[in-house]
């Protein structure tokens, strides 16, 4: 799965008046649980009485919901809209709905909550992501409250209590921010080779990358070398696509990362978006995961402390395949029990001698592009080509984040990966080697 981004602007004149908030009930603070998916943030919000699962992303202003599953929702006050954004395409049309009721739990409300609905069925994350994603929230979510989010302990804590708050981050690192646009940005140093050079990055929790650069604006840019052509991710108007690299150093503050992946966006992609004055690029959540990150928006502020993930090496996929799930299927598995025989016609299982067979729903996963001259293309790997097993074990018992990890995990670790394609099954290998290593 490569990374999904997603940037909102809307053609039209687009308000985030005060009413459309959360506010705080009978608490000074509430804590969200939350779904770590390649570095990405999925949450749940309960909509008109329906339960939802949204992607948390400081890069969009406005609260869009692109799928359903299947699920029925009451709404009122729909308007046409049109969407425009990162991606080549030009634009794509939708709806706005407001007067909505939105909880996150039972004291986190919004009783006048507004978002977009994007009519085009075709884009939908949840195959690219492994669960139903119904839609995107940032700007509503956090203009009004203090948060903190815990990557390690996958939980976001929202206070409605400044000294609280200022407790529990006394020992973080303090930042200036900008918030414009409803989007928060940040002054940090990119060094491409060898000199550091202050750069306005959008702060992008929706990013699953390290970093972004968009090299058309940036004076006198150059490529390191080696980078790739890659498929970067999906916006509004379609794929993006772009170069991916490694940069020397990158410098947010005191803290220092070295050799991270880069990847940036071609003309093409960039070119329906409006971007505030002197931004550069973006700062992705393969940053943010290696600390607790606190945001304050009301305060332009943002606080950073390192946690356990925070000396990780950037690793890549580099085994050039895209995955994605395509739907659930029944499968048979056995258990094993103890002092049971017979056959049990009550439900969908048999029973024989000590073993139980039993039905189960699992994903079924297929390949949604091989990247160019990469040990996947080589070897003869196809789109749409269906998963059955990685060095041995079956794919419909894996989660897509353990396949994008062990695509991730080495250089020089081997596969056999067993595949469907034209209802004949076939074995391919090849061995993970990094097509963008760091050279001075």
Excluded: C
Excluded at 73 to 93: D, N, Q, R, V, Y
Excluded at 359 to 385: E, M, N, T, W, Y
Aim: aromatic share 12%; net charge neutral; charged share 30%.
């Amino acid at each position: 799965m490569k990374s999904f981004v997603v940037f909102l602007l809307l053609l039209v004149s687009i308000f985030s008046d005060a009413q459309n908030s959360f506010e705080m009930k009978e608490a000074k603070k509430i804590v969200i649980p939350f779904q770590l998916i390649n570095n990405l943030i999925f949450i749940p919000i309960e909509v008109n009485g329906v339960e939802l699962t949204f992607f948390l992303d400081t890069g969009v202003n406005e609260t869009t919901i692109f799928s359903l599953e299947n699920k029925e929702m009451k709404l009122s006050k729909l308007e046409k809209m049109t969407f425009t954004g990162l991606g080549a395409s030009g634009s794509i049309e939708g709806f706005k709905s407001e007067g909505n009721t939105a909880k996150i739990g039972e004291n986190f409300i919004n009783n006048s909550f507004s978002f977009f609905i994007i009519a085009d069925p075709d884009f939908n994350i949840s195959s690219h992501i492994g669960i139903p994603v119904n839609g995107i929230i940032g700007y509503q979510f956090f203009k009004n409250h203090q948060i903190i989010i815990d990557y390690t302990s996958k939980k976001i804590t929202v206070f409605s209590d400044d000294k609280i708050f200022k407790s529990k981050i006394k020992k973080f690192e303090e930042f200036t921010i900008t918030v414009e646009k409803f989007k928060p940005y940040i002054e940090a140093k990119i060094e491409m080779t060898n000199e550091p050079k202050p750069s306005k990055l959008l702060l992008d929790l929706g990013n699953a990358d390290a970093i972004w650069l968009f090299p058309t604006l940036i004076k006198n840019f150059v490529y390191n070398r080696p980078n790739i052509d890659d498929y970067l991710g999906r916006g509004f108007n379609g794929d993006i696509f772009g170069k991916r690299s490694r940069i020397h150093n990158f410098y947010l503050g005191k803290f220092k990362f070295e050799k991270p992946l880069t990847a940036m966006p071609d003309e093409y992609s960039i070119q329906n978006l409006s971007l505030v004055k002197d931004r550069k690029g973006s700062i992705g959540s393969e940053i943010f995961r290696r600390f607790t990150v606190a945001f304050d928006y009301k305060n332009e502020k943002l606080y950073l402390r390192k946690n356990r993930d925070f000396e990780d090496p950037f690793h890549f996929n580099m085994s050039g395949l895209d995955f994605k799930q395509d739907g659930l299927q029944w499968e048979q598995d056995l258990m094993r029990l103890e002092g049971k025989k017979g056959i049990d016609l009550q439900s969908t299982e048999v029973i024989n001698n000590t073993l139980q067979y039993k039905f189960v729903l699992k994903p079924i996963f297929s390949i949604a592009g091989v990247r160019k001259d990469s040990p996947a293309q080589k070897a003869g790997f196809q789109k749409d080509d269906l998963l059955i097993k990685i060095n041995g074990k079956n794919t419909s018992d894996m989660t897509m984040q353990k396949m994008v990890d062990l695509m991730k995990s080495e250089e020089g670790k081997s596969f056999d990966i067993e595949i469907e394609r034209k209802d004949k099954k076939i074995t391919l290998s090849f061995t993970l080697e990094d097509p963008i290593p760091y050279q001075e």
